[in-house]
């Protein structure tokens, strides 16, 4: 199995950028696809991007395209969140993730292991 750290979050204005390393530890962490979901207070949650094992695919959330951008280091067993131009509706707990199926991206169950997540806050 593998083991996620996230950090990298904490407080910004609107408009602002964060970059949210999220590393592994364990098993191999070239073999794993990855992805990013957040979840704000009261709410489901929600995927947020994907990247395959190597690096070579990506895949995000409709709301978040062209702003944050998912990328991985595998020599350095790290994944990587680079958030620009953030918005108030941002805010929430970031995750990442790494699955071993090859079911939907976009659902968090189809994820087998998870970090325990880092707080993003973007004030207006």
């Known amino acids: 199995q593998v083991q996620l750290v996230e950090s990298g979050g904490g407080l910004v204005e609107a408009g602002g950028s964060l970059r949210l390393p999220c590393a592994a530890s364990g098993r191999t962490f070239s073999v794993y696809d990855m992805g990013w979901f957040r979840q704000a207070p009261g709410k489901e949650r929600e995927f947020v991007a994907f990247i395959t094992s190597n690096g070579g695919g990506t895949y995000y959330a409709h709301s978040v395209k062209g702003r944050l951008t998912i990328y991985r280091d595998n020599a350095k067993n790290t994944m990587y969140l680079q958030m620009n131009s953030l918005k108030p509706e941002d805010t929430a707990v970031y995750y990442c993730?790494?699955?071993?199926?090859?079911?939907?991206?976009?659902?968090?169950?189809?994820?087998?292991?998870w970090g325990q997540g880092t707080q993003v806050t973007v004030s207006s």
């Open positions: 993730a790494a699955r071993t199926t090859a079911r939907s991206v976009m659902i968090a169950a189809n994820y087998d292991y």
